[in-house]
C-alpha cells in the first residue's frame, strides 16, 4: 500500500470461530460480484488459539481461490500472539499502552518480515501524541514498514472521523512521515438501516479519499449481510472519489421541471444498452442549463 500503488479494498472478518463456515460464507458472498478481486482480509487474534484458527482459516480461503492477503489485529499486550504467515500485523493504539507494549509489537513485526498497522484508538487532541509515539517504537525497532489507520466508531462517526483523518495526516506530514500509508476503516458505527450506513460510509471515506488522504480503505464483510454486496461498496466509493474506474459512469440529468422528456426512462434505455463499456463516463444530459455541466464530465 502507499506510494504509486491503487488505493486497496479490505474485508474484515472479525474473530474465527470456525475457519470452513467463515470461509464458506466468503465465497458464497464474493461470488455475486465475480467482476470485483478482494485484496485483503482482516481477522482477529485474542487467545492463544487464534494463531492455529489463522492457519486454519488462510487454508480453508486457499482451497475455495480467495488468496488475498490475510493481515492479523491483535492489542498491543497480545503482539506475542501474532502467527507466522500473517500478510501484516494490526496493532490497537490506546492512551493506556506503555511504550515498551509499543515497542514489543514493533519488534514483533519486525521478526515476521512484515509490517505493522498502528490501529489509533484515540480522538481528538491526543492523536498527535499517539502517533509520535508508533513512530518511535516503530524506529526503536528498525522497523520500515509502517501503516497508521482509523475507524469511524460510535463515538468518531461524520465530521470528527474526517476532522481526526485529517489530523493524523497533518501530524505524519510534519513528522516528514507523509509516506505512511494511511487505512481509513469505515462501517463500524451504531446499527442503521442500509441505506443510512451506505450513505454515512461512502460519504465519510469518499470526503478523505477526494482530499487525498487514504491508501486503503477496510470494511466490515457483514456490513450489508454479504461480502459481496460488501465489497461492492468499496469499489463503487474508489470510483466516486475517482481513483478507480471499474464500471460504465452514468452522469445524469437532476431531472427537474424544465426536463420535457421522460428522464428515468430514458436513463434505463441507455443503462440497458452500455453499461457493458467498462471504464466509459457517460452523460445524460437534460435541459440546457444542466446539460453543458453534465456532458463537460463525460467522455
Known amino acids: 500500500m502507499g506510494g504509486e500503488e491503487p488505493v486497496r479494498v479490505e474485508l474484515e472478518l472479525g474473530p474465527i470461530a470456525e475457519a470452513e463456515q467463515k470461509a464458506d460464507a466468503l465465497s458464497v458472498g464474493l461470488a455475486l460480484r ?64 506503555s511504550d515498551a507494549e509499543l515497542t514489543g509489537a514493533a519488534q514483533a513485526a519486525s521478526r515476521l518480515g512484515v509490517p505493522l498497522e498502528w490501529a489509533l484508538e484515540v480522538r481528538g487532541a491526543a492523536l498527535a501524541s499517539l502517533v509520535d509515539r508508533a513512530l518511535e517504537a516503530s524506529r526503536r525497532a528498525s522497523l520500515l514498514r509502517v501503516l497508521i489507520s482509523l475507524a469511524d466508531e460510535p463515538a468518531a462517526q461524520g465530521a470528527r472521523f474526517v476532522h481526526d483523518a485529517r489530523l493524523v495526516a497533518a501530524r505524519l506530514a510534519a513528522r516528514g512521515a507523509e509516506a505512511v500509508p494511511i487505512v481509513l476503516r469505515g462501517g463500524h458505527g451504531p446499527p442503521a438501516p442500509a441505506e443510512e450506513c451506505l450513505l454515512a460510509t461512502a460519504t465519510d471515506l469518499g ?26 461498496l468499496g469499489y463503487r466509493i474508489l470510483q466516486g472519489a475517482r481513483l478507480r474506474t471499474s464500471w460504465t459512469e ?12 421522460d428522464l428515468e426512462q430514458t436513463t434505463a434505455r441507455i443503462k440497458a444498452r452500455t453499461q457493458h463499456l467498462r471504464g466509459v463516463k457517460i452523460a445524460i444530459m437534460g435541459c440546457i442549463v444542466n446539460g453543458p455541466g453534465e456532458m463537460a464530465d463525460a467522455d
Do not use: M, N, Q, W
Not at 452514468?250 to 422528456?261: A, E, K, N, V
Open 250 to 261: 452514468f452522469i445524469s440529468c437532476p431531472s427537474c421541471g424544465r426536463t420535457l422528456f
Open 34 to 97: 465475480p467482476e470485483i478481486a478482494c485484496e485483503g482480509f482482516l481477522v482477529d487474534v485474542r487467545e492463544e488459539d487464534g494463531a492455529r484458527r489463522v492457519g486454519l482459516l488462510a487454508d480453508a480461503l486457499a482451497r475455495r481461490g480467495l488468496a488475498a492477503p490475510l493481515s492479523v489485529r491483535l492489542p498491543a499486550d497480545k503482539a506475542g500472539l501474532a502467527p507466522a504467515g500473517a500478510a501484516r500485523l494490526v496493532i490497537g493504539v490506546t492512551e493506556d499502552a
Open 207 to 232: 470526503a478523505l479519499l477526494c482530499d487525498g488522504i487514504g491508501d486503503a480503505i477496510s470494511l466490515p464483510a457483514a456490513l450489508f449481510g454479504d461480502a459481496g454486496r460488501t465489497l461492492d
